[in-house]
């Protein structure tokens, strides 16, 4: 060989290590981003991944056989590991096992995705929470260039170039692993910092629910099931049972004829007592709601029923409006209430409606003109302190609604802060190390 071939080689040879470099890593940083950004809305919202795990569980007809703590655990697990897949990817931590693991996953969930997309037994798979809705074939494809991505990171892994140095990366990919734990503890136990849902904070309901002039909406029909001697019947609204026999089991709502969906479309108010729609009268009400949220008010936490009481009878004092909205039955609702001495009036309300509104059992929400103006979790209630005087006269009356910018910032210092401190470390003792090695040298 020529010494002019041999040269032409070993350019040709070396452009194609940098591209195979540059398209290993390339695609390491995609697959970190995308597992960073999954993990992360997971543990945003550990509930709303539970409810979806129930929608997989149904599909593959398990639900009966797994236990709902094993669902809740899962739903934890999945946001911890995503999340800190996305971290060992984006630094390079254990690029082996990182890049196995990456590759072993996406094995798994893209045949999945794929029977999903064929079979369609549910409307989207909740890999992004959510933040972003997906098809089911939009997951798919997707999936399929996550796939290609992990595969070339796999075959590429000895060229993945690492951010730190593996001193410091066993703690960074530990540090990652708890603070995501403990984030999605924090928004199991209070509610979920960032609200991707319709029913923010700031949202204005009555806005959620209207129709392009353009579109024609979906055709929904709700059933109520009652029974009476051991018997259950179904009764659509404008035939509900007048005999006080009858007993209020459950409610259903089903899609009679597809179409375009706003935000909000499945939001109503039907008070208990005597079947009243009260939804527009409540969404125009110039003055203060709050809405008790208890789906199931069976399975509801009543550690904290002294502070519900008080807050309805602060509302009692100042003329506000307060409901307890559920899907209960009347058997659970007369419980309920001779359990806790509630004296406020119940409505029904769809109960996957209530679960979006808000991730607790019981929640509160704030309304004024049906603007959305607070939302607490159940250990987090306003007390007597929090309501000391007419709500016109407290900020409690104002918008709570933080902006994103705020929400950002501010879970960025709690995991950023401590994690560049820690890079800096590294970085500071990687230069230590480099000068000392460097006068070794010279002397």
Known sequence: MQFS????????????????????????????AAFLFSGFVKANDPTGVFYKLQEYAEAFHVHEALPTVLLFLSAIALGVVEFSLGIYLIFGIRRNGTSRLTLLLLSFFTPLTLWLALANPIQDCG??????????????WKNVVLWVAAVSVFRGRHRLFKLVSHKVDWLIGLYSMVFILFYALYCLHTLPVFDFRPYHIGADIRKGMEMPPDQHPTVYETTFIYARNGQEQEFTIDKLPSDSTWTFINAKTTIKEQGYEPPIHDFSITLQEDGTDVTDEVLDDPGYTFLLIMPHVAEADDSNIDLVNEVYDYCVENSYRFICLTASSDGDINRWQEDTGAEYPFARTDDVTLNTMIRANPGLMLLRKGVILHKWGADEFPDEYDLSAPLERLTLGQSGQKTVVRQIMEVLGWFIGPLLALSLCDALWKMARARRNQKQTTH
Not at 7 to 28: D, F, I, M, P
Not at 128 to 140: E, K, P, R, S, V
Request: glycine share 12%; net charge positive.
């Open 5 to 32: 071939d041999l040269s032409k080689w070993s350019l040709e040879h070396k452009a194609r290590h940098t591209l195979g470099k540059v398209w290993a890593n390339g695609c390491r940083f995609l697959l970190g």
């Open 127 to 140: 890999c992004f929470g959510d933040a972003i809705l997906l098809g089911n074939w939009q997951t798919f």
